[in-house]
């Protein structure tokens, strides 16, 4: 019976000789994603500590689902589950939560694992937006520190990294699950893919040009694949040929060289099998073609009075342009362009309010980050305690605290929380 029917059973005459029932309402036995997140993760007991048989498990599934519930479930009832409704369950619960159950018991651990639990998980949608921020250790021998906020779930969460070598790396990206990190083992220039929920990760073959390379990692769900591209070097005074690592075969293939130009930044954008790098001389931007493996200009000259701007890849086949307007170095206005790949002109679909604008960036020649994913778009800026997101398809402008870079040695990214992608 639903929480709308109680009035009217409560209204009816009862017999004289049973005192009425109190009637309460109860939440729907599921997670509310907006409310009943817990900050952080809890520290768990070792395995060895705790009970490895499936009641321990089921008592610390019914109580993470029902944190917040008015009537819990009894473990039993968890315990009594059959595997494959079991499996289907914790497939739609969101991963931060289901990672906490990995400690509790060997069954739990080995559920996440379960092939048939990653086909529910993989059919099941994205989480939502997250993002992730990558702090590098203070220290030669200090670990590097992560954490992930959920939007959907207004928490963040500690994802530990303490399984990657003691390298001295940086935050590449993330792409369907899985983080790409470049830097350096001792003088050598190394590329690490991992999978944070899982813990999985791996170390790539050197390239044919191992130097310091601007990256880009891209997850191919449908071949269940991974490929990451090296274009040119990241301080751009090096002529390198652009290289593709592709998981299925394990190794680098060498491409075309980028055409000499002069870049106007080193960010770069990835969509639709496509890379995009802005540049001055020529005027526009270069494209490389993956699947064909070479390089193309684009001639789509920048908005006017165009101070500085960032590439941020959108969904399908969507390129955005952010960036501030001024004259004479004097900041005016943020606003956002989409690429029109038939005319090749940049188009402007929005500009941020001034009173965000005057609350995201205090000092006109203040630095700023952006980045994207699916059509959103978040805004970062030195020293600032908040993020700034737009969502192009809904025209919202939204805050989200804690997501800045406070830090010289902080990186933020979107990142999709996924058991199922596989680093090989």
């Known amino acids: 019976m639903d929480a709308a029917a109680a009035p009217a059973r409560a209204a009816r005459p009862t017999s004289p000789s049973r005192p009425p029932k109190a009637i309460r309402s109860t939440k729907p036995r599921g997670l509310d994603e907006d409310t009943a997140a817990p900050p952080a993760f809890p520290k768990c007991k070792s395995p060895s500590s705790s009970a490895a048989g499936g009641g321990a498990g089921a008592g610390a599934a019914a109580s993470l689902l029902h944190h917040h519930a008015d009537v819990p479930m009894d473990a039993s009832v968890w315990a009594g589950l059959p ?10 619960l969101p991963p931060f939560l289901l ?4 400690p509790v018991s060997r069954r739990w651990e080995a559920i996440l694992h379960d092939p048939a639990f990653l086909a529910a998980h993989a059919a099941v949608p994205s989480h939502g937006p997250c993002l992730l921020t990558f702090s590098r250790g203070g220290g030669s021998h200090s670990p590097p520190h992560c954490s992930v906020l959920s939007v959907p779930l207004h928490a963040r969460y500690k994802l530990p990294f303490g399984f990657l070598p003691p390298w001295d790396l940086w935050l590449v990206g993330s792409s369907g699950g899985l983080v790409c990190f470049s830097g350096f083992d001792g003088a050598t220039f190394r590329t690490v893919v991992c999978n944070p929920l899982t813990q999985a990760w791996r170390v790539l073959p050197d390239m044919h040009c191992n130097q310091q390379r601007q990256l880009v990692l891209t997850v191919d769900k449908s071949r269940r694949s991974f490929k990451v591209i090296a274009a040119s070097d990241v301080y751009g005074d090096k002529m390198l040929p652009t290289e593709v690592y592709d998981s299925k075969e394990d190794k680098w293939s060498v491409h075309q060289m980028m055409p000499a130009v002069n870049l106007c ?7 639709d099998s496509r890379l995009y790098l802005e540049t001055l001389s ?3 931007l270069m494209m490389y073609r993956v699947d064909a493996g070479r390089w193309e200009h684009i001639p789509a000259k920048f908005p006017r009075s165009l101070l500085d701007g960032y590439l941020v890849a959108g969904a399908c086949t969507r390129l955005f342009l952010v960036g501030r307007i001024g004259l004479y170095s004097t900041i005016q206005s943020m606003r956002i362009w989409e690429l029109d790949h038939g005319r090749t002109v940049w188009v402007e679909i929005s500009r941020m309010p001034p009173r965000y604008f005057r609350a995201l960036l205090r000092l006109s020649a203040e630095r700023f980050e952006c980045f994207g994913q699916d059509n959103l778009i978040c805004f970062t800026s030195w020293n600032q305690g908040k993020g700034l997101l737009y969502d192009v398809d809904k025209k919202a402008w939204s805050w989200i605290a804690g997501c800045a870079s406070q830090l010289c040695n902080s990186q933020v990214c979107f990142y999709e929380p996924r058991f199922d992608t596989s680093i090989y």
Do not use: T
């Open 265 to 271: 930044s080193s960010k770069m954008a990835f969509c």
């Open 83 to 92: 595997d494959d409704l079991l499996l289907e369950v914790l497939a739609r």
């Open 282 to 284: 020529p005027l526009g």
């Open 99 to 102: 990672f906490r159950l990995r």
